[in-house]
């Protein structure tokens, strides 16, 4: 609705279209008393007001003239009102009332002591610590008004609040008014800004997306393309798309891409800028498809322990901190006692230093609640992160959620591809999986699910070399597509792509790479019995690891 904040910090200009005269201190507005003007623009002007019923101080946007004078936008900004009013969430500004006092319009709404991110971005470019942390509530805010229908249309630095203990509220949901701009003859709506120089062009073209520029019909992705670019921005310091006139900003966001984060001497974190690229994408369906998937990703990022999300080193583990991954055979029900079974096996065959305490597991906890079969869970180098696949109605998708959350999201959830066996890479930054159909197939998709591409046509059980640059795999059927035949076996093939070399001959299955990665360690079928082999990693001679009848599968380094 504007921004409700202490005059003092309004940074808000004389605006346009607003009420002929300000309202004097004193002034009644139905059982409100204005006390001070905070500011005003395109929509009207924002007032402080006494509540003298509730004891408190309030905001109050009366609705500017041209406005209140077309009974349909009226009954549009009335309905939209209830229903942001309706809304009940920390991230979005609260709307108390919506009434009339004679002809005048006007909102109350909450109060908030602090600044808007445009004031804040005067300052330069926001720390990426806490840019992250104003992102993710953005995210957040945007993720609850999403689910109710509303769709923003104008996010901008302008109507996201801070206040002094840098909680984040979002203005004007849904109650964005669009105004023709008059420089071209063009019927697209330009949303009119706070401050504006006479005979400029008026508007926020910088934080359209591209199919709000060509005046299509939007959805809430468009939501998500501005959040991108005002995330840029709290990076930067500058826009992301600006051009020296209004065409010249609508070309950029039609065409171009916004200048690498590094050309501002940032040293950004791989994961936080894959984040902005794919809010940013062009065209709708590559974006992040809801809000909520992408406020996991950047709660992701924010939860780093200890470290600066300003670095790239912040957000991946160290390189000694290896997280071992557990990942389930073509039986699939018992792993976790396999695995625990599997660790007492090796522990005396691997050279070991000064003994160490043994691990307890004193406590197991279920983190999934999920409905359907799920399996092949792989965590975060960071900890603080899993992926695994759930079987659905029609096939295997892959999910995510925070360690100790609830709350799982999708991440790669296409209709046309039935997707298992996630494995993260030891950076954190992509996944691999491989397809559930008859011949498998190996990809390599973003730590969020952005980016996929294929690796092998055929293949199962991936797992990455600890340098990130090599996937280990195994295949139902020997690696050739002519020869629907033969008996699983091992592979190693370049991350990113080419052709897979074949490591040892006969049965294998769930490769593990040593820490060093020098070795692969796996099982296999021997003549009516399962055991673990190791081999190297540039092939040869396998070396067994243990051999005896009970099974022995699901192995961890």
Not at 346 to 366: E, L, N, S, T, Y
């Amino acid at each position: 609705m504007g921004p409700s904040i202490e005059p003092s910090s309004s940074g808000l200009s004389s605006g346009l279209n607003c009420p002929a005269m300000p309202l004097s201190p004193g002034t009644k507005l139905g059982l409100y008393e204005v006390t001070a003007l905070l500011g005003e623009g395109g929509m009207g002007a924002v007032y402080r007001a006494r509540d003298a019923r509730l004891n408190r101080d309030v905001a109050i946007k009366v609705i500017s003239k041209a406005l209140a004078d077309d009974d349909t936008a009226m009954a549009r900004f009335e309905r939209e009102a209830m229903t942001v009013a309706s809304l009940s969430h920390p991230n979005i500004l609260s709307i108390f009332e919506f009434s009339r006092s004679g002809d005048m319009p006007f909102v109350v709404m909450e109060l908030v002591a602090g600044d808007t991110l445009r004031a804040r971005l005067n300052g330069g470019p926001i720390p990426a610590r806490k840019a992250v942390a104003y992102a993710l509530q953005i995210a957040k805010g945007l993720g609850a008004a999403h689910a109710r229908g509303l769709v923003h249309r104008d996010l901008k630095p302008e109507n996201v609040m801070v206040s002094t203990d840098d909680h984040v509220k979002i203005l004007d949901f849904g109650l964005a008014k669009s105004a023709p701009s008059h420089d071209d003859g063009s019927q697209m709506g330009a949303t009119k800004l706070a401050e504006t120089t006479p005979g400029m062009v008026v508007g926020t073209f910088g934080y359209m997306a591209p199919e709000q520029v060509r005046g299509l019909a939007v959805d809430h992705r468009a939501d998500i393309f501005a959040f991108g670019a005002v995330l840029y921005e709290m990076l930067a310091g500058a826009r992301a798309f600006k051009g020296e006139t209004a065409a010249d900003t609508m070309s950029a966001i039609l065409t171009k891409d916004p200048p690498d984060l590094d050309s501002h001497r940032l040293a950004i974190a791989p994961g936080l800028d894959r984040i902005i690229r794919r809010c940013l994408e062009k065209t709708p369906e590559l974006r992040f498809q809801s809000a909520n998937d992408l406020a996991f990703a950047l709660e992701t990022l924010s939860t780093v322990s200890g470290a600066s999300t300003g670095s790239a080193a912040a957000l991946a583990a160290p390189p000694d901190a290896v997280i071992p991954k557990v990942r389930a055979g073509r039986n699939v029900l018992p792993w976790i006692v396999a695995a625990a079974a599997i660790v007492a096996a090796i522990a005396g065959w691997i050279p070991r230093g000064p003994a160490a305490q043994p691990a307890r597991f004193d406590k197991f906890a279920r983190i999934s609640e999920l409905a359907g079969e799920e399996t092949t869970p792989s965590i975060s180098p960071d900890g603080t992160t899993v992926v695994y696949a759930v079987r659905g109605e029609t096939g295997w998708d892959i999910y995510g959620q925070r360690v100790g959350g609830r709350n799982a999201t999708p991440i790669l959830a296409d209709p046309q591809r039935s997707e298992s066996g996630p494995a993260f890479s030891h950076d954190g930054a992509l996944i691999a999986f491989h397809e559930s159909d008859a011949d498998g197939g190996i990809f390599v998709a973003g730590a969020t699910g952005e980016s996929v591409r294929r690796v092998t046509e055929i293949g199962f059980h991936p797992a990455w070399s600890p340098d990130g640059k090599r996937i280990a795999f195994t295949t139902e059927e020997i690696y050739d597509p002519a020869a629907r035949q033969g008996e699983a076996t091992l592979y190693v093939v370049d991350a990113a792509g080419g052709t897979p070399k074949k490591l040892v001959d006969g049965d294998a299955a769930n490769p593990a790479w040593s820490p060093s990665g020098d070795r692969i360690l796996y099982w296999a079928n021997t003549g009516g019995q399962r055991d673990l082999f190791t081999v190297s990693a540039s092939g040869g001679a396998r070396v067994a690891v243990t051999n005896d009848p009970p099974l022995d599968w699901s192995p961890v380094w």
